[in-house]
């Protein structure tokens, strides 16, 4: 059966409905896991790029460039032997087809259940935490590593990195290095953006930017770039001095260093060096023209006036150098602008390294087993499934026993009991330490009205704590003990209590 062009309309309306209906039933999805939404935002990015290339394709065919639509309409309306000849013409044909092939149907089935659990791949680092955070290490060692960059911790570089672009020295911002450094940045952060904001508009908010910058620029107001990128021309500021009243260089020097430094940079000449220095320099204009002068004597980045500045070498050099300076700025603006866009995520950017420094090793791998467990794809638990498990271990994460290295390094093999817990038992040492502290054991000690205290630590016999606690209390009281208080001394002059000494005597020690 062969697709007219009316048929090919009827079925890209069809498609424009169901995927409109398809992105309603997923909004209408109660989802609440960060995955999850991301994942949504992501399908729903994925049929408005299809919705589009629909559109795109019906107004191809709406506008009938080619006559093909008027043609199919005219040929329908004047069959020689009428229309509902042709409609019932076509009708046989569809008959026809669907014989041949009854297995195909009419129209798709309405179950779209899969669509709305589809899972789009989308790659993250693992600092990015499935998006929630930038990972900006690369960019970080970048900065370290240029001429342009200064020593900064990772910590301070995330919150700074768009700010400090306005400290970099003019001379650097026409590096290459730099260039390179911004375009990766840039690249980096728009694909930051699109992979966790796939139904934003930062594209459109940045062609937006351009064209002001664009602007702008035009008229020098951009700030920092007032002079488009050229640099200053040598002599372009008046230095208000008649040079002809000046006959020798000690007559220069009597108008002083702060006049002598104001006059040289008002031509764009170095400034520097001793109060004699200067005057020479600004002598030199006496004999040779501003013009002449080597370049050695002009400031880095001031361009000296050249008797062919006017020639069409000249403009094309500064026409190149004016447009490289610009894809510089726009790059610069574009960057500060999705900072500001994800400002956000540089907060909890900042905040998790702020966590990370202060973890542990425990913490940091409980986080990262997470981190793993949320991306690992999800599986159908089979509840009929037999986990084999003879050695008794416990279950990790997984649902599957531990290793049985891991299972002795931990101790979980070793059985301690405690009496004033019910003789409740406790795996391993770990375990057994925590439960000093936590509410079965206090209870216990609590019954028996004993304090919990470090006293008591490691005490699980009702009989030992009993007995510990009647001494604290005796000695709390004072009073004299024969057994304890009474000294007796040996014929070698040591001194034992009474017990003690008895004990000694009975077994002929002394």
Same mark, same amino acid.
């Given at each position: 059966?062969s697709?007219?062009? #009316?048929?090919?309309t ?9 995927l409109e209906r398809?992105?309603v039933?997923?909004f209408?999805?109660d989802l ?5 939404r ?5 399908r729903?990015r ?7 290339a629909?559109a $795109?394709?019906?107004i191809k065919?709406?506008d009938d460039?080619?006559g093909?639509r ?5 040929a329908?309306?004047q069959s020689?032997s ?6 019932y013409?076509?009708?046989?044909e569809?008959?026809d087809?669907y014989k041949r ?6 129209t798709?089935?309405?179950d779209?259940?899969f669509l ?6 989308t790659?993250?680092?693992g600092?990015e935490?499935?998006?929630?955070y930038?990972d900006?290490?690369e960019?970080h060692? $970048?900065?370290l590593?240029?001429?342009f960059?200064r020593?900064?911790e ?7 990195f768009?700010s ?7 001379p650097?911002?026409g590096?290459r290095?730099?260039k390179?450094?911004l375009?990766h940045l840039?690249?980096?952060l728009?694909?930051?953006y699109?992979?966790?904001q796939p ?8 062609v937006?930017?351009e064209?002001?910058?664009?602007v702008r620029?035009?008229?020098g ?6 002079? $488009?990128?050229?640099?200053?021309v040598?002599?372009?500021s008046s230095i ?6 000046f006959?020798?260089v ?5 108008i002083g260093a702060?006049r002598?430094?104001e006059?040289?940079q008002?031509?764009?000449?170095k ?8 005057a020479?320099?600004?002598?030199l204009?006496k004999?040779?023209p501003?013009?002449k ?5 002009f400031?880095?980045g001031v361009?000296?006036?050249?008797e062919t500045?006017?020639t069409?070498g000249?403009q094309?050099d500064?026409k190149?150098?004016?447009?490289g300076?610009?894809?510089v ?7 500060r602008?999705?900072?500001?866009i994800?400002a956000?995520v540089?907060t909890?950017?900042?905040g998790?390294i702020e ?7 425990e913490?940091l791998?409980a986080?990262?087993?997470?981190a ?6 999800e599986?159908?638990e089979?509840?009929d499934?037999?986990v084999?498990n003879?050695?008794k #271990? ?5 649902g599957k ?9 931990h101790g979980l093999?070793?059985e301690?009991k405690?009496?004033i817990?019910?003789n ?7 375990a ?8 079965r054991?206090?209870?216990g000690?609590r ?10 630590y490691?005490?699980?016999k009702?009989s030992d704590?009993?007995s510990?606690w ?8 004072g009073?004299f003990?024969p ?10 002059g040591?001194?034992?209590n009474?017990?003690?000494f ?9």
């Open positions: 059966m697709d007219t062009l #009316l048929e090919q009827r079925a890209l309306h069809d498609d424009l409905e169901k398809v992105i039933r997923d209408k999805q609440k896991s960060h995955k999850d991301l994942m949504q935002n992501h729903v994925k049929r408005l790029d299809s919705m589009q629909a $795109r394709k019906l065919i709406y460039d080619d093909a008027k043609d199919e309409i005219a329908l309306a020689e009428g229309s509902f000849a042709t409609f013409d076509r009708l046989k569809i008959k087809y092939f009854p297995t195909d149907e009419v798709e089935a309405e779209d259940e709305l659990k589809e899972e789009p791949r790659e993250f680092s600092d935490g499935l998006g929630r930038l900006m290490h960019h060692q $970048r900065f590593n240029s001429k960059g020593k900064l990772y910590f301070q570089f995330v919150g700074s768009s400090d672009l306005s400290a970099v020295p003019k650097q911002k590096s290095q730099y390179e450094y375009e840039f690249s980096y728009m694909l930051f699109e992979k966790t139904l934003g508009q930062a594209a459109k908010q940045l937006k930017l064209q002001e910058i664009r620029w035009s008229a107001e951009v700030p920092g770039w007032e002079d $488009r990128g050229l640099g200053q040598a002599g372009s208000g001095l008649d040079m002809d009243a006959e020798t000690e007559e220069l020097e009597s702060d002598l430094k006059a040289l008002g031509l764009g000449l400034s520097g060096g001793t109060l004699k220095e200067r020479q320099r600004l002598y204009l004999t040779v501003l013009t002068l080597e370049a050695k004597h400031v880095k361009i000296p006036p050249s500045a006017a069409t000249r094309v500064n190149k150098a004016e447009e300076a610009l894809q700025c726009l790059l610069e603006s574009k960057i602008k999705l900072a500001e994800l956000s540089i909890e950017t900042k998790r966590k990370k420094q202060a973890q542990t090793y913490e791998q986080e990262q087993e997470e793993e467990a949320e991306l690992a794809p599986e159908e089979d509840e499934e037999f084999y003879p050695l #271990l416990p279950l990790g994460w997984d026993p531990i290793p049985y290295w891991l299972y002795k390094l093999n070793q301690f405690c009496e817990c019910g409740y038992s406790y795996w391993g040492r770990r057994f330490e925590k439960h000093f502290k936590e509410w054991h206090q209870n000690m019954s028996l009205g004993i304090p919990n205290n470090k006293n008591f490691e005490v699980t009702i704590a009993e510990l009647k001494n604290i209390q005796d000695k709390a009281k009073g003990h057994e304890v208080d009474e000294e007796f001394e040996d014929a070698q040591n001194v034992y009474r017990k003690t008895e004990d000694l005597r009975r077994q002929g020690l002394i």
